[in-house]
């Protein structure tokens, strides 16, 4: 979902290499023809470098270098980058700002954070993202979202949990992506009923199969 104006979420599903399926979700700051801008800039950066066999981290730094390096307006994106193998079922991830990641892990019944916070890019040239690293199992859920997802609020002020969006996912985890993901955005819609977005909702779910 996106408010007026130019959407500044993005996301990208790169089947980059055989051994490597790239999830981007990308949420700049701001909105207009300069967000627009650099959000054009990141993604084409990612999506060039996704071929090649550098990691998740690597290829924000690398982003995030040549970002501070090329604009001269303060700008800055949240990011999260997902490489997954589907052979080995081996997870690579890193993020920057404070777009998270979570996983659904079956075996477990639990959603945990799997995301650190830390510079976004655009904001400090020597910046370092790290990779973390996991392997997935058969049913195991990935989920990452921009802001404007857990930031909605309803008529009484109060704001769409994190909580209650992992909730949903744990009762209906034996659902398709697809499925889970139109769920949870039914239920925002119910949540805040008549009021107005303050910010574009941008959810990716994924399904491990």
Not at 6 to 18: F, G, H
Not at 172 to 197: C, H, Q, R, T, V
Request: with cysteine; charged share 25%.
């Amino acid at each position: 979902e996106n408010t007026e104006g130019v959407c500044s979420d993005v996301y990208d599903i790169i089947q980059a290499r055989s051994d490597r399926l790239s999830f981007i979700l990308m949420d700049v700051a701001g909105k207009g023809t300069n967000s627009f801008l650099v959000m054009s800039m990141i993604r084409a950066m990612i999506r060039l470098v996704v071929n090649t066999t550098q990691s998740a981290g690597t290829i924000l730094s690398w982003t995030n270098r040549g970002i501070c390096g090329e604009i001269n307006f303060e700008h800055f994106a949240s990011a999260a980058l997902i490489n997954f193998n589907p052979a080995t079922k081996k997870v690579q991830l890193s993020t920057a700002g404070t777009t998270p990641v979570y996983l659904y892990s079956v075996a477990k019944d639990t959603v945990e954070r799997k995301s650190i916070t830390c510079d976004p890019i655009g904001v400090e040239k020597t910046a370092s993202y790290k990779d973390i690293e996991f392997t997935a199992s058969q049913g195991d859920i990935i989920i990452t979202f921009t802001d404007g997802m857990v930031e909605a609020l309803n008529a009484d002020g109060k704001q769409y949990s994190v909580e209650r969006l992992t909730s949903i996912i744990k009762t209906n985890n034996k659902l398709s992506g697809k499925e889970i993901s139109d769920l949870i955005k039914k239920d925002i819609k119910k949540f805040i009923g008549n009021e107005a977005l303050h910010d574009d909702q941008t959810l990716l779910v994924v399904k491990i199969q």
